[in-house]
């Protein structure tokens, strides 16, 4: 039996997702690493049951009128958790926070930043003294007039809101507005304002159209919609809102990347003129500590800052407000995020640098007792970097807490004190406690996929480097702190850019490298989308007659390009979401489902009925339930409570009518053929080539334990990565195309980065380039060239300390990742 001071965590009967009624006892007060491959269920029991746990008895002990201000936390699917102490959750989150939230923000060192400068600021003569909030440009008494705080003007004009003037406002002339319904409603809204929406665009009179797109104004009139698909729309109060209003206030507002993107296209951006681009009132841009003002320090990175304030001469009070500084901020650089500003925004973060900034400000703050659950921490780490992160998670439990890590690096669970092992594969075949104990006991378990790993056996064989087929040279580099670099891709072969966390990996590669091979002057690769293509798929191709011409020394980037005659495509796969909403799914992405859609049709009793395609999908009226409209779950409004959702009473979560599901496909409907695991629907679509080819690429590149209704909202990012290449995998024509991969191997664990390994190397073979940023010193050492950036992050890194083959690189004395590299090489 448990007692109160119950010295393990015990979890009985976990069924959630894959879980198989797993029975585990973990003990408190240890640094505790979950292992498993992707889909094992090892998340499920982190996240999924114990934290899920924890914040369920949190909820239900704060005050009904409280409840409503905290996001509700579902019960988790457990007989029985006992020994549970409060827990914190450190996920790797997928959401992008607002434009305003930043690296000071984060971690609260604006906040003190601020203080030092209202405290012992140094002052005009006769000028009164501030408070701190009139140091935040997040403040109405610290923001600049002008710019609202944000440091730069965004202005736009008519040339960008309508590029084609000859266009009506139904046509959408106005190129700014939103897509579907927003739009519509807007050139309603117009309509029934009494403007002449058919008209083209140029012929309406000046005033109209300096109205249509700048006015302020935001008038309400009743809307009577035409009549659409045989529905009847009911009249409506509609809101006028100006293309300018709204491109401006989309972009400073919303959280999405791909909104923010779009409305960027229709801005121009500048300093603001009246603060300079430090985003505050000019009262308190005249205050000055250790020689400059406020903006000035924030951005400055985080290690410079802390030698200025470590210079800084001052009294008592500043000399304790810099001390706290300079404790906190050391804190931030130890785990490798020093080459951060305090005023580098958190939208351009990746989801690792955001964990790790969070992780920082826990450390200072000083709780005891807690269980903190911390998703792969070591994530976009450069092995130099770990060391340090180790550091950081030994310090929280010697503090008298407990840390559970969900983690794929082995270095990180060969230092855990206990270990969980879960498998031993994913999905169906997964869901059960492999090992439970210290981490040498996994060396017992035959079954597992991580044991050897974490001991080293049956390393993978020895492969001499392919030799290029030629090189890809971009020659005066010039982009964030990567300057002046001439950097040369060999094609044809596999390889790495390695580099400490901010060295300019992503910079090099993803920006400057994808913009060239896009043809993009602005370097930004495929677009927001980063692939261009629907929904991220695809890539646009690049010309193949630029060689070193005067449109490839234009491009934003670097001074001159050579070699992109041999190049005829370019394909980006990143980790972002396949798609933004629970509508889009694993088959939809894939082209799958208009296969399944396609095949229902073709049956005896859709072709009795007059069923087309159509009535198989869930997106459109027809086929899908009219009661959720297709999301299998409807929102219910509580009294003093916040909206819950619930399986819908009518489809029960299939999503369809039932007329629909009354139509079987070899026994199954349409909402069971969408539950079939990806393994499993290749076995129930054996004789159809049109589906079995897509599926056999996502069973290779291992996610067989994914649906084919699997919600893109659901997908971690590198699943979403994975999907895309299996999508492009599909593809018959291949030839010259490069590849370009951001951290591929994030989010897996090391059977599965082999199984990833596999086809990118296959892609090689088949007469591809592949290059990816990476940190994993075993995909590292396979590679056929290396180029590693630094030797530090932010202004100290930037250059190309070393080139050239793995065991080249691995002796050159400058490179942090060289020691690293050359252990992956002995091991092999």
């Not at 997702?17 to 982190?46: C, E, M, Q, W, Y």
């Not at 869901?431 to 390393?459: I, K, M, Y």
């Not at 041999?566 to 799958?592: C, F, H, M």
Request: proline residues 6%; neutral net charge; contains cysteine.
């Amino acid at each position: 039996m448990s007692t109160p001071h119950d010295p393990y965590v015990r979890v009985r009967g976990a069924r959630e997702h894959n879980l198989r009624n797993v029975d585990v006892d973990i003990p408190r007060d240890t640094l505790t690493v979950f292992t498993g491959v992707s889909g094992s269920g090892k998340s499920s029991l982190a996240f999924g049951t114990i934290y899920a746990e924890a914040q369920r008895r949190y909820f239900e002990s704060v005050a009904p009128y409280a409840r409503r201000l905290i996001h509700q936390v579902g019960a988790p699917e457990v007989g029985e958790i006992t020994g549970l102490p409060p827990a914190v959750s450190l996920e790797q989150r997928r959401s992008a926070p607002g434009a305003r939230s930043s690296v000071g923000t984060v971690t609260t060192l604006s906040n003190s930043l601020r203080m030092l400068f209202s405290r012992a600021g140094d002052y005009p003569a006769g000028a009164g003294r501030l408070d701190s909030d009139s140091f935040s440009p997040n403040t109405a008494a610290g923001a600049c007039p002008e710019c609202h705080g944000l440091g730069r003007v965004h202005r736009t004009s008519e040339e960008l809101l309508v590029p084609d003037p000859s266009l009506s406002i139904r046509e959408g002339a106005v190129a700014a507005w939103p897509g579907a319904w927003q739009g519509k409603n807007l050139r309603d809204v117009l309509d029934a304002l009494g403007y002449d929406i058919d008209r083209p665009w140029r012929e309406l009179a000046p005033e109209d159209r300096t109205w249509i797109l700048f006015t302020d104004e935001q008038p309400v009139v009743t809307v009577h919609p035409v009549r659409d698909a045989g529905r009847i729309q009911r009249p409506y109060q509609g809101t006028y809102m100006s293309a300018r209003r709204y491109v401006t206030h989309t972009f400073a507002d919303t959280r999405s990347r791909s909104l923010r993107a779009k409305a960027e296209r229709f801005l121009t951006s500048e300093p603001c003129p009246v603060c300079g681009g430090g985003g505050l009132r000019p009262e308190a841009m005249a205050v000055t500590f250790a020689g400059r003002t406020i903006a000035e320090l924030a951005a400055l990175p985080l290690a410079s800052l802390a030698d200025v304030l470590s210079a800084a001469d001052g009294g008592g009070t500043a000399r304790v407000l810099t001390a706290d500084l300079l404790a906190r901020i050391a804190t931030v650089t130890e785990l490798g995020l020093g080459y951060l500003s305090l005023n580098r925004t958190a939208p351009t973060l990746s989801s690792g640098e955001l964990q790790r900034l969070r992780l920082a400000t826990q450390l200072r703050s000083g709780l005891f007792g807690v269980v903190y659950v911390l998703d792969e921490p070591s994530a976009g780490l450069h092995p130099a970097d770990t060391e340090a992160l180790l550091a950081v998670l030994v310090r929280l439990k010697e503090a008298g807490n407990t840390v559970f890590v969900v983690e794929h690096q082995m270095d990180v669970v060969r230092r855990a004190d206990w270990l969980v092992d879960v498998g031993p594969l994913a999905g169906e075949h997964g869901g059960r406690v492999l090992h439970s104990g210290p981490p040498a006991g996994l060396a017992q378990v035959t079954g597992s996929a991580t044991r050897r790993f974490l001991f080293d056996e049956n390393p993978p064989p020895v492969r001499e480097p392919r030799v290029p087929s030629g090189w890809l040279r971009l020659d005066g580099v010039e982009r964030h702190n990567v300057r002046g670099v001439d950097a040369a891709f060999p094609l044809g072969v596999f390889t790495a850019v390695t580099g400490v966390s901010g060295s300019g990996k992503s910079t090099l590669v993803g920006q400057v490298l994808a913009g060239v091979l896009a043809g993009d002057r602005e370097g930004t690769g495929g677009g927001p989308e980063g692939d261009g293509g629907p929904e991220g798929r695809g890539a646009p191709e690049a010309s193949g007659d630029s060689g070193s011409s005067g449109r490839a020394v234009a491009l934003s980037g670097c001074a001159s390009v050579s070699g992109l005659d041999a190049v005829d495509r370019l394909v980006q796969v990143d980790q972002k979401p396949i798609g933004r909403t629970p509508r889009s799914n694993l088959a939809t992405y894939t082209g799958l489902f208009d296969v399944v859609r396609k095949l229902f049709a073709a049956t005896d009793e859709a072709r009795e009925r007059g069923y087309r395609a159509g009535q198989f999908s869930f997106n459109v009226p027809g086929g899908r339930c009219e009661t959720c409209q297709g999301e299998g779950f409807v929102s219910v409004e509580l009294l003093f409570l916040p909206s819950t959702y619930t399986p819908c009473p009518d489809c029960h979560g299939a999503r369809y009518n039932p007329r629909t599901l009354e139509v079987t496909l070899r026994g199954l409907d349409i909402a069971q053929v969408l539950g079939l695991t990806v393994e499993s629907a290749a076995e129930f679509f054996a004789g159809t080539p049109a589906a079995t080819r897509g599926l056999r690429t996502l069973l290779d590149v291992g996610l067989g334990y994914l649906t084919l209704g699997q919600p893109a909202t659901e997908l971690s990012g590198g699943e979403a990565q994975r999907i895309k290449l299996a999508t492009e995998l599909q593809r018959t024509r291949r030839g010259r195309t490069v590849y370009l991969l951001d951290e591929p191997t994030t989010g897996l664990h090391p059977a599965d980065v082999e199984v990833l390994m596999r086809q990118l190397h296959g892609l090689v073979e088949a007469g591809g380039t592949v290059v990816v940023v990476e940190h994993d010193m075993a995909v590292v050492a396979g590679a056929d060239w290396v180029i590693d950036l630094g030797p530090g992050g932010g202004d100290r890194g930037g250059r190309i300390v070393a080139a050239g083959p793995p065991g080249e690189v691995a002796g050159a004395a400058d490179s942090r990742t060289a020691p690293y590299l050359s252990a992956a090489l002995r091991a092999r």
